[in-house]
C-alpha cells in the first residue's frame, strides 16, 4: 500500500491507498490500533487483487493524522470524501472506527454504497435513528466478545432495513483479525452482492 497524506485546512490526515477501478472500500480502525493494523490483512489483498480501490484511513488523532482541532467528523468525512473523490463507496470500521462509520451513515448515505461494521461501540446511542440508514449493511461480530455483547448485534439488525449479520464463532471483539480468511470472504462476498460497479 502506498503511503499518502493530504491537508483538510491546516491538519494532515494520514492514510495508505491500494488504487483499483472498482467500488472503493474505505476501512476505518479501532480505538487501539491504525492503518498500519490492515497492512498484510487477508482482506486488503484480496480485494486489491480483485481491483478494488483500498484505502486504510489513520483517523484524527491517531496514528499519523492530526486531531480533529474544533471540526466534527461529519465536516471531516465531507472534506475527506470531496479531497479522495470518493463516492459510491464501501465504509468499514470495527469497533471505535464501526461506531464512526455508524455516525457517517447516518448523517447521509447518498455516497455510501454499502456500510461494514464489526461490533460497533455504543450501539445503544444509535438503534433510535440508524432506521435513516437505507443501504446494504453487513454486521460481524465475535461470538466470544467480551467488550460489546454479541446480543447487540441482533438489536442492530432489527432496526436496520437492508441488512445481513455474520456471527465468527468462538472468537472475541477482534474477530476480523483472529478469523482473517473467513473475515476477508464474509466481506468480499456482501460487496460482490451488493456493490454497483463490482
Given at each position: 500500500?502506498?503511503?499518502?497524506?493530504?491537508?483538510?485546512?491546516?491538519?494532515?490526515?494520514?492514510?495508505?491507498?491500494?488504487?483499483?477501478?472498482?467500488?472503493?472500500?474505505?476501512?476505518?480502525?479501532?480505538?487501539?490500533?491504525?492503518?498500519?493494523?490492515?497492512?498484510?490483512?487477508?482482506?486488503?489483498?484480496?480485494?486489491?487483487?480483485?481491483?478494488?480501490?483500498?484505502?486504510?484511513?489513520?483517523?484524527?488523532?491517531?496514528?499519523?493524522?492530526?486531531?480533529?482541532?474544533?471540526?466534527?467528523?461529519?465536516?471531516?468525512?465531507?472534506?475527506?470524501?470531496?479531497?479522495?473523490?470518493?463516492?459510491?463507496?464501501?465504509?468499514?470500521?470495527?469497533?471505535?472506527?464501526?461506531?464512526?462509520?455508524?455516525?457517517?451513515?447516518?448523517?447521509?448515505?447518498?455516497?455510501?454504497?454499502?456500510?461494514?461494521?464489526?461490533?460497533?461501540?455504543?450501539?445503544?446511542?444509535?438503534?433510535?435513528?440508524?432506521?435513516?440508514?437505507?443501504?446494504?449493511?453487513?454486521?460481524?461480530?465475535?461470538?466470544?466478545?467480551?467488550?460489546?455483547?454479541?446480543?447487540?448485534?441482533?438489536?442492530?439488525?432489527?432496526?436496520?432495513?437492508?441488512?445481513?449479520?455474520?456471527?465468527?464463532?468462538?472468537?472475541?471483539?477482534?474477530?476480523?483479525?483472529?478469523?482473517?480468511?473467513?473475515?476477508?470472504?464474509i466481506v468480499i462476498n456482501f460487496l460482490h452482492r451488493n456493490m454497483q460497479n463490482k
Amino acid at each position: 500500500m502506498q503511503e499518502k497524506t493530504l491537508n483538510l485546512g491546516d491538519r494532515k490526515v494520514f492514510y495508505r491507498e491500494i488504487e483499483g477501478a472498482k467500488t472503493p472500500v474505505l476501512f476505518l480502525h479501532g480505538k487501539r490500533f491504525t492503518s498500519q493494523d490492515w497492512l498484510g490483512q487477508k482482506v486488503i489483498d484480496k480485494l486489491a487483487a480483485l481491483g478494488h480501490r483500498v484505502i486504510a484511513l489513520d483517523l484524527p488523532g491517531y496514528g499519523q493524522s492530526d486531531e480533529l482541532n474544533g471540526l466534527s467528523f461529519a465536516d471531516f468525512f465531507t472534506e475527506l470524501e470531496t479531497k479522495l473523490n470518493l463516492d459510491n463507496f464501501c465504509l468499514v470500521g470495527p469497533s471505535f472506527g464501526g461506531k464512526i462509520a455508524l455516525e457517517r451513515a447516518i448523517k447521509g448515505d447518498h455516497k455510501l454504497s454499502g456500510l461494514v461494521v464489526i461490533a460497533p461501540a455504543e450501539v445503544d446511542n444509535y438503534l433510535h435513528v440508524i432506521h435513516k440508514v437505507h443501504i446494504p449493511v453487513l454486521i460481524v461480530w465475535g461470538e466470544e466478545d467480551k467488550v460489546v455483547p454479541v446480543e447487540y448485534a441482533s438489536r442492530l439488525a432489527a432496526v436496520l432495513p437492508q441488512r445481513e449479520v455474520h456471527i465468527i464463532r468462538g472468537r472475541g471483539h477482534t474477530c476480523y483479525f483472529e478469523e482473517p480468511e473467513l473475515y476477508a470472504d464474509i466481506v468480499i462476498n456482501f460487496l460482490h452482492r451488493n456493490m454497483q460497479n463490482k
